[in-house]
């Protein structure tokens, strides 16, 4: 018989779903190993070829882990709140859930086809009530924890109310944003609005004004990798800056520990060194301007207090909330119009435009807290009001950004170095000798620094603090389709709903959109619409999509609890994801949340690793090849793209579909739109349309997209989970081209042959294997676990090419060398695998299969080719094994077949014999 996949591929697809061929145990006596894909957001338009390449990766390494023994867990579901739905629901009225059901529904059928070893009793879908109910419990759990500097962790917010009653806040070591001091005997005074107001300012998510991304367009807060060059990365509408009521998590408690715990993960340099970036930890201090002819007081951080009497300026941020007290009247129009200019900008936008140099004197000055002089006071938007202060010290001579601002706007240079003349140069970073200082002068940078923080402390102006570039994250979303919060309020204070009524769902609604007056679409519910209704009104904002995708590789242990989020027995057994493969474009956002969230349920005891992910691979983008037609300007007709250069003309993308090895189909092209339908074209010589190509992103705009269905129609899982893997390095970005794919289903074809004789029956013997047969099979053994070890995926498919190419050369057909291949094969072609081996008379599924065990002895040479040279000129070649002697070797040679011929009846000279080289025979 033919090798049929689609017959194949159907049967051995319901075998696995009937029989839970890869359902995983939750304990065995087999070690365990969790493989794990970012799970996807299922979009209405399905998959295409790229999505799928990390889930073949990781479903290969999977299935190897169980040939080695391994209890793998192998989970999928759907990170199933998100934007498009809402857009399409804004758009149609459908409510998102529908659609939802019906995307993930096509997402599963093309998962599927593809033959994936997922555990799918496992499933989950962070839309699901029974799903977020637990996001809303660990959510509650934030909200009633504070982060104690001294112990290091997190703790229950009631050890720190009874540490307000006995001894105040002034002792308290905690991460916090509390502006007040007061002693036990005022916080029992205090009434318990005023209680909870404090303890807002310590909890670990909480409640407070921030300044956000806001795009009017969609009526949402967007995360800062949802905002790219000013404009939402969803329909591209503008963003701006806005200061909005937000909840808020507070990730920056746990800065330190983020940084520390990238040395113990196996991630790349290149993910490390992005999170360590996002981090930013800078050594430093804090210092207090006092505002002139005012209380007021403006506190800048600085890594270089040494460099303290070389402030020339002050720099705030446009947003910072003493600008408008010290603008003068003079200028309050430039500075509001300044301030109106930054707010259009996203804070992503004002970092990076390093050479557009804005900025307005407010009229306002602060005094030099050692030298008392009067110090101008700028608003520039490279400063943020997020970051630190939101104020900067400038010293120009020894900053470069500060110095260019300077320049720019003609304000005077302060030089405190002894060794640098400023006008001849900018020096960034400089560490040179500092002269103007009584105290400083002549230190070194190190002991300057040191001194300068003792000096400051000394005054009681500041102190010495170690400060962090990450923010606490913005945790709220005005959208309809997200996790609701499980929060209500009195009297306009957020109060918790009780564990035993989450979850709370989300309500019906009249439409999708914010209210007349701007609240979110939750807004709309009444209050019969909410399952959950306590206190004056629920939360109306939802939580955003991170939210559910932090924690859900905890709930894959434990899918179907309904008492707890995971059982801590079952959290033990499993513990962090082994494997985990995704895209590098979460770097720091799903990853950061998911190691901070991770931390503090290690914190509280729900689990006893900090750490969600062991290892960390970040897959390659699969580029689509676009095709091209080009159309005249001025006649409008398609010209092929070898006379394009003769013409005036403008590059179209057209379908792929459309087009074969660069050909267009001419009158399904007339047919594929309306204005098309009479189309011209000036051809090649031959007759013929060529179109243009060129590499890019996949993209439905460019009609580029691979579908991998009709891939799978066509050629079958097995060839396009090969193929992919095929294409090069997991971690690379590379083009698709179904041109190679026929070389890999070919291959597969002869595979199938391999077990088969002329008639399509199965032909193979139990019996001893040829040592060639053995050398070929332990070879790919070695290869091919090794590839896998290193997680290589592309080199493997080319060792078992040159196998199969040898095993049919040496006709081998023996059972137990061909069983031992497809065990090895399977991981990458498992339903070719399945087939072949119940052919072989096997009657369990290959699956676990033992992994065959590589053997050194097979691929020792027991004998050698000696090239044979009469008088220097290599004649001939003749196997000999390789423990016999010279003289043997000799002897044997000379009475050969091929050496009679050219010894032609004579008596040689000599005969030089080198053991495992050479024989020359001198006549």
């Not at 033959?115 to 009793?121: E, I, L």
């Not at 399977?826 to 096997?842: D, M, Q, R, T």
Request: net charge negative; charged share 30%.
């Amino acid at each position: 018989m033919e090798y049929n996949f689609r017959e194949i591929e159907s049967d051995w697809r319901k075998y696995w779903a009937e029989n839970k061929t890869f359902r995983a145990e939750d304990n065995s006596d087999k070690p365990k190993y969790y493989v794990l894909d970012m799970f996807p957001y299922p979009s209405g338009a399905g998959l295409h070829v790229g999505h799928p390449l990390g889930y073949i990766a990781s479903d290969i390494y999977a299935r190897y882990k169980r040939h080695k023994g391994f209890n793998v867990l192998h989970p999928m579901g759907y990170d199933s709140f998100g934007l498009p739905a809402e857009q399409y629901a804004i758009q149609t009225g459908q409510h998102p859930a529908v659609t939802t059901e019906e995307n993930v529904t096509r997402y599963r059928q093309q998962l599927d086809q593809i033959g994936f070893s997922f555990d799918w009793d496992r499933e989950v879908r962070t839309s699901n009530p029974e799903y977020y109910k637990w996001t809303q419990w660990i959510f509650k759990q934030l909200f009633d924890c504070w982060y104690n500097n001294d112990s290091d962790k997190a703790e229950r917010i009631s050890v720190l109310e009874e540490r307000f009653a006995q001894e105040g806040n002034e002792t308290v070591n905690a991460v916090h944003d509390c502006e007040i001091t007061f002693s036990a005997s005022e916080w029992k005074e205090f009434s318990e609005k005023e209680q909870r107001a404090i303890l807002m300012n310590y909890r670990l998510t909480y409640l407070a004004d921030s300044w956000v991304n806001w795009c009017p367009a969609l009526g949402t807060v967007l995360a800062n990798d949802e905002v790219i060059n000013g404009l939402s990365e969803r329909g591209g509408h503008p963003v701006e800056q806005k200061l909005m009521r937000q909840w808020s998590m507070r990730i920056k408690a746990y800065a330190e520990r983020l940084l520390t715990g990238l040395e113990g993960i196996d991630w790349s340099d290149s993910i490390k060194e992005q999170q360590r970036n996002w981090i930013g930890k800078s050594v430093g201090c804090s210092v207090k301007f006092q505002v002139s002819d005012a209380d007021s007081a403006i506190e800048v951080f600085t890594t270089r207090p040494d460099t303290i009497f070389g402030v020339s300026f002050l720099v705030l941020a446009p947003e910072h909330p003493l600008v408008d007290s010290l603008t003068t009247d003079e200028y309050k129009e430039e500075v509001e119009a300044y301030k109106k200019a930054a707010s259009l900008k996203t804070e992503r936008d004002r970092q990076s435009d390093v050479k557009n140099i804005t900025g307005q004197f407010t009229g306002g000055y602060a005094k030099h807290p050692f030298t008392g002089e009067k110090v101008a006071i700028w608003i520039g938007d490279y400063v943020l009001a997020s970051y630190g202060t939101g104020a900067v010290m400038a010293v120009p001579c020894g900053d470069q950004r500060d110095w260019d601002f300077a320049n720019h706007f003609g304000i005077p240079i302060k030089n405190i170095f002894s060794d640098i003349d400023i006008s001849q140069a900018a020096y960034t970073e400089k560490e040179g000798v500092i002269a103007d200082s009584d105290f400083l002068s002549g230190l070194d940078v190190k002991a300057a620094m040191a001194k300068a923080i003792e000096e400051i402390e000394k005054q009681g102006i500041g102190k010495g603090k170690t400060n962090y570039r990450l923010r606490d994250a913005v945790f709220s979303r005005q959208r309809f389709w997200g996790e609701p919060f499980p929060v209500y309020y009195k009297d306009d204070v957020p109060y918790m709903v009780e564990d035993n009524q989450l979850p709370v769902e989300l309500p019906k609604v009249d439409a999708y959109l914010p209210t007349e007056d701007g609240e979110p679409p939750l807004a709309r519910a009444k209050r019969e619409d909410w399952n959950v209704f306590e206190g004056e009104r629920m939360e109306f904002n939802t939580m955003p999509g991170w939210a559910g995708s932090s924690w859900y590789f905890l709930r894959y242990m434990d899918p179907k609890n309904d008492g707890e989020f995971v059982a801590k027995e079952k959290a033990d057994y499993w513990q962090n994801v082994d494997l985990y493969i995704g895209g590098s474009e979460h770097a720091t956002g799903h990853l950061l949340y998911a190691r901070f969230w991770t931390k503090f349920l290690y914190d509280m005891g729900y689990i006893s690793f900090d750490e969600p992910f062991k290892k960390l691979i970040n897959q390659g983008m699969i580029l689509g090849r676009s095709s091209f037609v080009y159309r005249d300007k001025e006649t409008g007709k398609f010209v092929s793209v070898s006379k394009k250069d003769d013409f005036d003309t403008i590059a179209l993308h057209v379908d792929i579909n459309l087009v074969d090895n660069d050909r267009l189909d001419i009158e399904a092209f007339k047919k594929s739109r309306p204005d098309y339908a009479n189309a011209e074209f000036i051809l090649e010589e031959d007759g013929t349309y060529v179109c243009g190509h060129e590499v890019e992103k996949m993209s439905k705009s460019k009609f580029n997209v691979q579908t991998p269905d009709e891939l799978v129609e066509k050629f079958g899982a097995d060839t396009l989970r090969m193929y992919e893997m095929f294409l090069g390095p997991l971690e690379q970005a590379k083009p698709w081209d179904t041109k190679g794919i026929n070389g890999v289903h070919n291959f597969l074809r002869k595979l199938w042959r391999l077990f088969h004789n002329g008639q399509g029956e199965l032909e193979v013997v139990d019996q001893q294997p040829q040592p060639e047969a053995l050398k070929t099979l332990h070879k790919t053994i070695k290869k091919v676990t090794e590839d896998l070890e290193r997680y290589s995926f592309n080199t493997p498919v080319s060792a078992f090419m040159i196998a199969v190419n040898e095993l049919t050369d040496q006709k081998c057909n023996n059972k137990a060398v061909l069983g031992d291949l497809l065990v090895l094969l399977a991981p990458f072609g498992p339903h070719i695998a399945e087939e072949l081996w119940k052919k072989l008379g096997y009657t369990t599924s290959i699956a676990y299969a033992q992994w065959p065990e590589f053997k050194e002895e097979f691929l020792v040479e027991n004998s050698f080719d000696y090239p044979v040279s009469f008088n220097g000129k290599m004649r001939f070649k003749i196997a000999l094994p390789t423990d016999m002697g010279k003289e043997d070797v000799e002897k044997t040679v000379l009475a050969s077949e091929q050496a009679q011929k050219y010894l032609e009846g004579n008596q040689p000279k000599k005969v030089i014999v080198v053991p495992g080289r050479i024989v020359n025979i001198v006549m």
